[in-house]
């Protein structure tokens, strides 16, 4: 290519990728932001049929976060065919055709935006792509530790990054449903323990769940429990849902 037209192609891309004003600047004078769009400017200059992007908002801090994926953005918009390797889950929900969730050495889950984030089908998939953070434990027979049981949810907030309002939400409805609901009926006889305990935290949208399982006969600890618990209960879930086929299953949203 003559340099003329090098020059002025050179010039075009640092527009469009708006770094007009750096074209005299050396690499070391410009942040980190400008050095990753400055790369896809000198891709660009390639021609590619086709633009491979590996993790290109690795290391950046969040406003040349915003500079790069702005300028990605914008090329996917001009039909720029592109293969991206990311973390940033919202990007890619509102910028792809197609996501492929990559894992066991493969493609372990495609789909359209719309199937994998917000119904993904494979377990995998779905906690990596709502950050899920789980703790799965059982309270058996006798011998509870109530001591020990609080710690073991505490720890698993702090694991989630929990706000402590959260927390302390979290260990109130757990309290209330676990200790004053089902384990003094169960511990009476009408309930078949261990009562299996699900908790997860979402970081993308869901917030706090909680899920319990227990066998015996039907025991709706909503309606049926310490009435002044449940109160408490339902004032503090954004939702409470009881259902019985064949065990006991109650499902709490926070």
Same mark, same amino acid.
């Given at each position: 290519m003559p340099k003329h037209e090098a020059q002025a192609l050179?010039?075009?891309l640092l527009e469009r990728v708006g770094l007009a004003d750096k074209a005299q600047n050396f690499p070391e004078e410009l942040s980190g932001g400008q050095q990753q769009r400055a790369a896809i400017a000198r891709a660009l200059a390639m021609r590619p049929q086709i633009l491979l992007l590996d993790e290109p908002t690795s290391a950046l801090d969040?406003?040349?976060v915003a500079e790069v994926l702005a300028v990605i953005r914008s090329l996917a918009h001009t039909g720029m065919t592109m293969l991206v390797v990311t973390h940033e889950m919202r990007f890619a929900h509102s910028v792809s055709n197609r996501v492929f969730y990559m894992d066991e050495g493969g493609i372990y889950e495609e789909?359209?935006?719309?199937? =994998?984030?917000e119904s993904p089908q494979r377990e995998k998939t779905r906690r990596f792509i709502k950050r899920l953070k789980t703790l799965e434990f059982c309270i058996p027979y006798v011998d509870v530790n109530y001591a020990q049981i609080n710690k073991g949810i505490e720890r698993f907030g702090a694991d989630a990054v929990l706000s402590p309002e959260d927390l302390y939400r979290l260990l109130m409805v757990f309290e209330e449903v676990?200790?004053?609901? =089902?384990?003094?009926?169960?511990?009476?006889?009408?309930c078949e323990l261990p009562l299996q305990n699900r908790i997860e935290y979402a970081e993308m949208g869901e917030g706090i769940t909680m899920r319990m399982e227990w066998g015996g006969e039907s025991f709706d600890p909503l309606t049926q429990g310490?009435?002044?618990?449940?109160?408490l209960v339902q004032k503090i879930a954004s939702s409470a849902c009881y259902r019985f086929e064949g065990r006991n299953e109650l499902l709490l949203c926070l």
């Open positions: 050179g010039m075009e969040p406003t040349n789909g359209t935006p719309e199937q =994998i984030f676990a200790f004053q609901g =089902i384990l003094p009926v169960a511990c009476g006889g009408r310490d009435e002044l618990s449940m109160v």
